[in-house]
């Protein structure tokens, strides 16, 4: 596992107790391993695979980040990493929120409350995650934990108010695959009951313009770190 070129691989060690989850990424340019050794930065963010590492650990203890247990590198002979690693709790009996709309479509709305219940409790605590699409939110069959997971495009303490951070991830979400399992109208009806109910002090207004423009524009990644 830790001598495999692909550029990232996750493997489940489920002999042990508990479960564990072997997540490896590999530096495979001379010029990822300079940045991701000296922490260098472009345009304000680390190397993918030392950026995940860097949030998920500044994050521990949060309940909705899955706990490492151990994590190191593999330098290569100039002292350089070529290959990062972190040894996690394996939550082997959670589904992606893609997979449980799929496969229990009439939950799908408390689901979805969970969900982003989670992402604006994360938002509070400092974290912005910015790839929230149904297959980065884990959930526990019962509805009754949600984990975030791949880290890697994500910023910490983003000044942007939560107004602006909330519609980017409505319209996000829904523009990434989802628009394929529910109508634009159920959506909207949707999130504005959500935001009533889980966030009824934020301003609907400032909210609806940044949701609207999330959800009809498709934003890079470069732009989308730039617009927090």
């Not at 909207?188 to 423009?213: I, K, T, Y």
């Amino acid at each position: 596992m830790l001598d495999s070129e692909e550029p990232k691989l996750t493997t489940s060690l489920a002999s042990h107790n508990p479960p564990l989850l072997l997540k490896t990424n590999t530096l495979k340019y001379f010029s990822q391993r300079v940045r991701a050794r000296f922490g260098i930065q472009r345009q304000g963010r680390f190397e993918w695979a030392t950026a995940e590492l860097d949030t998920a650990l500044r994050m521990q203890g949060k309940p909705y980040i899955p706990e490492i247990y151990a994590y190191g590198w593999r330098v290569d002979g100039f002292g350089l990493p070529e290959q990062t690693f972190s040894v996690t709790e394996n939550l082997s009996n959670t589904v992606t929120l893609e997979e449980y709309i799929l496969k229990q479509p009439e939950r799908s709305t408390d689901a979805m409350k969970l969900a982003f219940d989670t992402l604006l409790t994360a938002m509070k605590d400092g974290l912005l995650h910015l790839d929230p699409w149904a297959g980065n939110f884990l959930l526990c069959p019962d509805l009754s934990q949600c984990w975030l997971i791949d880290l890697e495009f994500s910023k910490i303490n983003s000044p942007a108010p939560l107004e602006k951070q909330l519609g980017f991830a409505f319209g996000f979400f829904y523009r990434n695959k989802f628009e394929k399992h529910c109508s634009r109208t159920s959506y909207l009806s949707f999130v504005e009951g959500w935001l009533s109910a889980s966030a009824p002090e934020l301003s609907f207004e400032d909210f609806q313009e940044h949701f609207r423009f999330y959800l009809d524009n498709h934003v890079k990644r470069k732009k989308r770190f730039a617009a927090f």
